[in-house]
């Protein structure tokens, strides 16, 4: 047993710094002072980093980024809140069914899943259009929430709701007043994660993306294309630290983790 320990934290290990490599690699190239990418870095210096707000494009990019994924996990709250709750509170016939049905974008391929909207949205002129890339987006980030408000109604007493309403409370002040606070840091938890999904997406963006609306993963696609420079590996740097950010503040929320956990009793 100790020995099978012994291989799993290795197994562990050497499957983080796997992960680690690529960030290893790009934040410190983001501060070379050559006019190519090196690693080592050669030298040190900001100047890819102020290139950065000389570039109107990365900056356009990056409030379009903000701006869908914002809307994105706005929507992904809202609609994945209502339905975990309606998964977890009523007997719905086939209710294991319409959570595989729900989640299934967290395990479809993202290519697979690009080509169907593509497909789906043209008939409806909807693709390429900033109304189909949030609905993507928001398709992609719903299940999401559903697990991690799954998750934090796994432990949800209902006698709470019960004895608020035998006390007069309509439902409306039942949920705003007993369920809400309950379930708030699952919902921000998830908000976060869809905000996160939503503003580092390539694949998706790829087939819902238009000539005139432009994310900031995609002009880093699209710059790498034509030409890589160091700018593309500060503008990389910032994207992970954002994530990082994001990643730190859901770990103190709820747990990373328990986005993969339990659904429900």
């Known amino acids: 047993m100790k020995i099978l320990g012994k291989f799993r934290t290795i197994l562990a290990v050497l499957g983080i710094i796997y992960i680690l490599i690529p960030l290893v690699v790009v934040v410190p190239a983001s501060f070379t002072s050559a006019n190519y ?20 494009e990365f900056i356009e990019a990056f409030y379009n980024s903000l701006q869908f994924a914002f809307l994105a996990a706005f929507f992904a709250v ?17 209710k294991n069914y319409i959570t595989s049905i729900l989640t299934a974008p967290l395990s479809v391929p993202q290519l697979v899943l690009g080509i169907a909207l593509l497909i789906y949205f043209t008939p409806m002129m909807l693709a390429g ?13 719903i299940p999401y929430v ?11 007493d209902y006698n709470l709701e019960k004895a608020a309403a035998i006390l007069g409370a309509n439902p409306l002040i039942v949920f705003w007043k007993v369920t809400l606070p309950l379930i708030r840091p699952a919902m921000i938890s998830g908000g976060l994660f869809a905000f996160l999904t939503s503003f580092d997406n390539v694949t998706i963006s790829l087939f819902m993306i238009s000539p005139d609306m432009r994310t900031l993963p995609i002009e880093i696609f699209s710059t790498m294309q034509d030409a890589y420079n160091p700018i593309v590996a500060s503008v ?3 994207v992970i630290f954002i994530s990082v950010i994001l990643i730190v503040v859901l770990e103190k929320i709820h747990g990373v983790g328990k986005v993969f956990g339990g659904t429900q009793h």
């Open 37 to 56: 990418p090196s690693f080592p870095p050669k030298g040190f210096s900001l100047q890819w980093y102020t290139m950065i707000l000389e570039r109107s």
């Open 236 to 238: 990389s740097s910032v």
């Open 78 to 94: 809202l609609f994945g809140t209502l339905g975990a709750l309606a998964i977890a509170k009523y007997d719905i016939p086939g």
């Open 129 to 141: 259009t900033s109304t189909g890339f949030l609905i993507a987006h928001t398709i992609i980030c």
């Open 146 to 156: 559903i697990r991690l408000v799954l998750t934090g109604l796994s432990g949800f």
